[in-house]
């Protein structure tokens, strides 16, 4: 059975920053394409961040670039997000993603195309960040 596990849940203050991790089990961590999402509340769910299952290429949504990160740590396998300057507009339920690697011309372009999908193989159960202003 593959379970996706996010943790990191919290209440930050704008300005402030936090770490998430997802940590899988069930799959082979290193063939799949692994992301994140968020879904706003009464909003859509959207790809944040995501990365190519060697560790590059590396895709941000605009909202976010320059204020988060995607490190992998495929020997532990877990995905981080490291989020800093939060701004309110960053509330929301975050996702966990993972997509096997068939489904990608690379892993270098991997990043973009994960972060655009609406189906992958597996996600997580979210956890709740939430930034007060």
């Known amino acids: 059975q593959v379970q996706a596990v996010e943790s990191g849940r919290d209440l930050v203050q704008a300005g402030g920053s936090l770490r998430l991790s997802c940590t899988t089990s069930?799959?082979?961590?290193?063939?799949?394409?692994m992301g994140w999402f968020r879904q706003a509340p009464g909003k859509e769910r959207e790809g944040v961040s995501c990365i190519g299952w060697t560790g590059g290429g590396a895709y941000y949504a605009d909202s976010v670039k320059g204020r988060f990160t995607i490190p992998r740590d495929n020997a532990k396998n877990t995905l981080y997000l490291e989020m800093n300057n939060l701004k309110s507009k960053d509330t929301g339920t975050y996702y966990c993603?993972?997509?096997?690697?068939?489904?990608?011309?690379?892993?270098?372009?991997?990043?973009?195309?994960?972060?655009?999908?609406?189906?992958?193989?597996?996600w997580g159960k979210g956890t709740l960040v939430t930034v007060s202003s």
């Open positions: 069930g799959l082979r961590f290193d063939d799949h394409g």
């Open positions: 993603a993972a997509d096997a690697y068939l489904s990608y011309v690379s892993s270098h372009r991997a990043g973009p195309v994960l972060c655009g999908k609406t189906n992958v193989d597996y």
